[in-house]
């Protein structure tokens, strides 16, 4: 079949193959401590399940919705306003069908093909692919820890600056587990503005951070609106995943182009979700504290226990990740490493070098065990002799 040219450069997923790992051996009757994909296990609190219960019962809530309920976007405008400080009117937010959707599709309402688009390496692949499938040129800006793994924006080339539209950032950051000072957002806003370029922040993980650190928007940053839009999902804080609802806030414009593009091939998310994301964003947030402590716990136990070990994986600064180097004895092929580690020890994580070429020799952990798992998990490690 003669398909479309972009299908050459999509390649069967990395989740795939390890989840096909996973399933041969728990056939065989295997022991498997699945640290690769980042679905939150924790349940969703009980009064928004309610909520999403009593909507689905009543038939009127299976019609087309349209448009964003105006209790959802009040909902947004109010947790924006009392968690980050960040105030916001009904035109500046709209919803998307999590994260993930609006970062693949929102290149398609902004790039021209062959506008530059800059993106992390490493960084989750949406990023790129979203882009990609616009047509837009990728242009990588490296991550390395001799920076704290924020981009070097006085080393972007000048001429190179002129051609890009776009530029997507991400703290704390999937798949490195690290967080930007605000001093890094202030920097960045103003390189913006100086360089007419767009700025598109992925806030997925501002509710899950570690050792007193705080997770903001970088909305909240004075003139940020100006150049800036954020994509705020429900999956990680609210454990929303499966409901795939998120959103996109900030500038005006972006937003409006967004919404028009989207309007021509969406009929609005299912109400009954929406209803559940009001519960949500109106409810205490109790819950997401707690869930944090206990999201460190998890991290101290695997990156703590690991080291403990002798495989110097640092402690995440935020995120539901942890991300550190392969024991030394096996270079950088962190894809063999990944596949011997699960055959010797059932510990199944995620090579570094699915997320860019600057992820090779690392791997990601995802922190979806409880510690008593995790626990068993380093053991597991250590008695695998896989470090030796």
Known sequence: MNVADRMKNVEEGIFQTLNQKKNERLSQGKQVYNLSV???????????????????????????????????????????????????????????????????????????????????????PVFS?????????????????????LPDLESLDAALLQRVKLMIVSYPMNPIGKTAPKSFYEKLICWAKKNQILILHDNAYSDIIYDGREGGSI???????????????????????????????????????????RSQIDYGIFLPVQYGAIAA?????DGIREQCIQYQ????????????????????????????????????????????????????CTPGSSFGTLGRGYVRFALTLPVAQLQEAVAAVEQSGILK
């Open 38 to 124: 980042g679905t939150p296990d924790f349940q969703p609190a009980q009064h928004i399940m309610d909520a999403v219960v009593e909507a689905a019962a009543k038939p009127e809530n299976y019609k087309y919705a349209l448009t964003d309920l105006p209790e959802l976007i009040e909902a947004v405008i109010g947790r924006y306003q009392r968690r980050y400080g960040v105030a916001l009117i009904p035109e500046e937010v709209m919803s998307v069908y999590g994260s993930q959707e609006g970062i693949t599709h929102i290149g398609l309402a902004l790039c021209n093909p062959g506008d530059g688009v800059l993106v992390p390496n490493p960084g989750y």
């Open 281 to 285: 964003l109106n409810g205490p947030d």
């Open 219 to 261: 909305l909240a940053i004075e003139g940020a609106k100006e150049v800036c839009a954020e994509f705020y999902s429900l999956s990680k804080s609210y454990n929303y995943t499966g409901a795939r609802m998120g959103f996109l806030v900030g500038n005006r414009e972006i937003v409006a182009y967004f919404k028009k593009l």
């Open 129 to 149: 692919i979203g882009p990609a499938l616009a047509g837009a040129e990728l242009i990588f800006y490296d991550l390395l820890p001799e920076n704290q793994f």
């Open 297 to 348: 716990a998890r991290r101290d136990a695997l990156c703590g226990g690991l080291r403990s070990i002798g495989w110097e994986i640092p402690d995440s600064e935020g995120s539901m990740f942890a991300w550190g180097p392969i024991p030394e004895k096996f270079g950088k092929d962190d894809v063999a490493f990944v596949m011997e580690l699960v055959e010797k020890s059932g510990v199944l």
